[in-house]
């Protein structure tokens, strides 16, 4: 065991840039820090996971399908008329329907990565064995904020291009409200449209660290134990986190649901103003 | 854990953007086509199935009325047969009866003349005896017309028809 448990730090931990035998991964862009961490590291690995997988499945798809093939146009199929069909008119759907499902797909397998222990921490190891951590790029805010936001700005994009820019702004405020409240109603309405990207990425990033931090919480206090009476005695502890880690994969999939059926509605919401 | 580093988002924005490119390009569309060629493909063997159908239909249709027609060409032709059959039953009878009419109208027609020849002939014999005969008797020869007339005159009471009708 490394001896060092610092659970909190962990999370800072991922923002260092990288340091792959001395050569730290550190690059400013201007004001900007471009360094590689880990976070972007688990960014690029979700990424290429996604599309190995994907068009791994999509390549050996024949009109004959097999059982993966199968699940994997079931999949395509939910997405394609479930979640952007269903919530968007039929033309939209259909150019819509790429950016949705590579979300959808993107931040499940972001996601379900996070439960996977992987050997990252070289420098930290035991006896030159790499420590195997868990992590997911959507337990970070900056990652959930980046999705959100480009969600937000492809709603209006969406909403300006198919009603016109001034008649989208327009069907912000009801056409039925006293022209007193009009105004009222566009601020609201302007509000709520910021929120929806703090609802958006804080819910996807608070419910990955949240179960990130309560399995992080949980081995910590197993290996703190150092007994193996004691270790016995808290069983129940260490089922739990099984327990944990299955619920995880629950929470893996519903919120990436969540965000890909969240922004399906919104762009659909823009493009088919109500009045 | 909530720090804000704006690298990270654009990090976020530029992997993202790559992934939806490389997902629309490479996974999305090829395996669209798959889906779309499968459901083309389903409709056509549905239609050809249907077209093939609808074909067996019709040759069924066709081949019950051929044969519904055969069988019926098949009574005509028996029925025709026999009525031809009939006809020329009825055509040889009746040829035959005229055939039998005929011959025994000519047989009847020949034993008339020769009925007829015959009873010259007698009618000759007899002239002939008598002139014979009354030669021998009034021992002057009369002139052979002298005895024809007298012969006719003799005949003439002898019932010949009589005679006739005795030879039929």
């Given at each position: ?275 | ?64 009325q051929s044969i519904a027609d055969a ?29 039998a009419q005929k011959e025994v109208e ?6 008339q003349r020769e009925t007829r020849k ?51």
């Open positions: 065991m490394s001896g060092q448990l610092n659970p909190a730090e962990d999370f800072t931990q991922v923002l260092q840039p990288l340091d792959i035998g001395g050569h730290k991964l550190s690059f400013q862009l201007g004001p900007l820090d471009m360094s590689i961490n880990r976070v972007v590291v688990y960014l690029f690995l979700a990424a290429v996971a996604t599309a190995v997988i994907c068009i791994g499945l999509s390549k050996v798809a024949r009109m004959l399908p097999g059982r993966k093939q199968a699940a994997w146009e079931g999949l395509y199929e939910y997405v394609r008329d479930i979640l952007v069909g269903a919530v968007m008119p039929g033309g939209a759907a259909a150019s819509w329907f790429p950016y949705i499902a590579s979300l959808f797909l993107f931040i499940m397998i972001s996601n379900l990565m996070g439960l996977i222990p992987l050997p990252f921490d070289l420098a930290a190891g035991f006896h030159n064995i790499p420590e195997f951590k868990t992590y997911s790029a959507t337990a970070n805010i900056n990652v959930t904020v980046a999705l959100a936001l480009l969600t937000f700005v492809l709603t209006h994009y969406a909403g300006m291009r198919a009603n016109g820019v001034l008649k989208y702004f327009k069907g912000w405020m009801p056409s039925t409200a006293p022209p007193v409240l009009k105004q009222v109603l566009f601020g609201l309405h302007g509000i709520s449209e910021i929120f929806r990207i703090v609802s958006l990425s804080v819910r996807l990033f608070a419910n990955m660290a949240s179960g990130e931090l309560v399995r992080m919480v949980f081995y910590t206090m197993i290996l703190l134990i150092q007994s193996w009476a004691i270790a016995v005695l808290i069983l129940p502890m260490e089922v739990s986190v099984i327990v944990v880690s299955a619920f995880e994969i629950f929470v893996a999939l519903i919120q990436a649901y969540i965000f890909a059926i969240l922004s399906a509605v919104y762009i659909g919401g823009a493009i088919h103003q109500e009045h | 854990m909530l720090n804000i580093q704006p690298g990270l988002m654009i990090y976020t924005l530029i992997t993202f953007g790559i992934l939806l490119w490389v997902l629309k390009r490479y996974a999305f569309g090829p395996l669209q086509k798959i889906i779309d060629q499968r459901r083309d493909a389903i409709e056509s063997s549905i239609r050809a199935a249907e077209e093939t159908r609808s074909e067996a239909d019709r040759l069924l249709a066709e081949y019950r069988k019926n060409e098949a009574e005509d032709i028996i029925e025709r047969a026999r009525k031809v059959g009939e006809d020329q039953k009825a055509e040889i009878i009746g040829e035959a009866h005229a055939h000519s047989a009847r027609g020949q034993i015959a009873v010259q002939e007698i009618k000759d014999q007899v002239a002939d005896l008598t002139i014979m005969a009354a030669g021998k008797v009034a021992g002057k020869a009369i002139t052979k017309e002298d005895h024809l007339r007298l012969v006719d005159e003799a005949m003439a009471e002898v019932d010949f028809d009589q005679l006739a009708a005795g030879g039929q």
